[in-house]
């Protein structure tokens, strides 16, 4: 089947640099992506997501690339909090119904 | 916008036990309605979903069910809890929008089978 994945299951970074979270995904006909952020026993947050016929998009010191042609989607933080210290998921729209596909998770680790 | 409310926020079982976990929506009408269960340091996967009362999707085989009785209410339930049913249930809300549609996670109940 298809599927979504994160092949960095954790980043560390120091506060104040920028974070780069990976994702690949294999559907190629999926044309919705979305970022969520998880905190330790909490549900998913909705962070931002993406259309297909778009490759970038800004939300607040967060950005969304999309490369197509490579199934690649990636998610920048910009200035690293030690707030931002969580699992961060991205998920994929498939079979054009209200389905999301999630990859495993990228564990970001924020030090002061 | 709307708020997804889960209960309980914990919930600690023994082994053959029954299990009913409760889903409500607030500040939406006609929303698609989602169970997810989360593995400790795993992703998510999905179990159920529906488009509208009484309706019920089933994603996996598995010791679970799920019932809609209301528009905003969502229910996952179990006649005989499995020690492999323990994880954190998550239930989400999307608008049915189609390819766009954006789904938002309630707070989760974490399950315990002894």
């Known amino acids: 089947g298809e599927s979504v994945g994160l092949h960095l299951p954790t980043l560390s970074v120091q506060e104040g640099d920028n974070s780069i979270i990976n994702c690949a995904y294999s559907?190629?006909?999926?044309?919705?992506f979305i970022w969520y952020k998880q905190e330790s026993g909490k549900g998913p947050q909705f962070i931002i997501d993406?259309?297909?016929?778009?490759d970038k998009r800004q939300g607040q010191r967060v950005t969304v690339l999309l490369n197509k042609t490579v199934k690649h989607l990636s998610l920048q933080i910009a200035a690293t909090q030690p707030g931002d210290s969580a699992v961060y998921f991205c998920a994929e729209n498939t079979a054009g119904f209200q389905k999301l596909v999630f990859g495993t998770g990228t564990r970001l680790l924020v030090s002061p | 916008s709307q708020t997804i409310h889960q209960w309980p926020a914990t919930l600690v079982q023994p082994v053959g036990s029954p299990l009913s976990l409760e889903c409500t929506v607030e500040g939406t009408s006609n929303p698609n309605l989602y169970w997810y269960r989360q593995a400790a340091g795993r992703g998510l996967q999905l179990l159920f979903y529906s488009v509208g009362i009484g309706q019920i999707s089933s994603e996996v085989p598995q010791n679970l069910s799920a019932s809609r009785p209301q528009d905003r209410q969502f229910i996952l339930s179990s006649k005989k809890l499995l020690l492999s049913d323990s994880g954190f249930y998550l239930c989400a809300c999307g608008m049915g929008q189609g390819a766009t549609d954006t789904q938002y996670f309630g707070p989760g109940t974490r399950l315990t089978v002894l």
């Open positions: 559907n190629s006909a999926s044309d919705y």
């Open positions: 993406i259309r297909s016929n778009m």
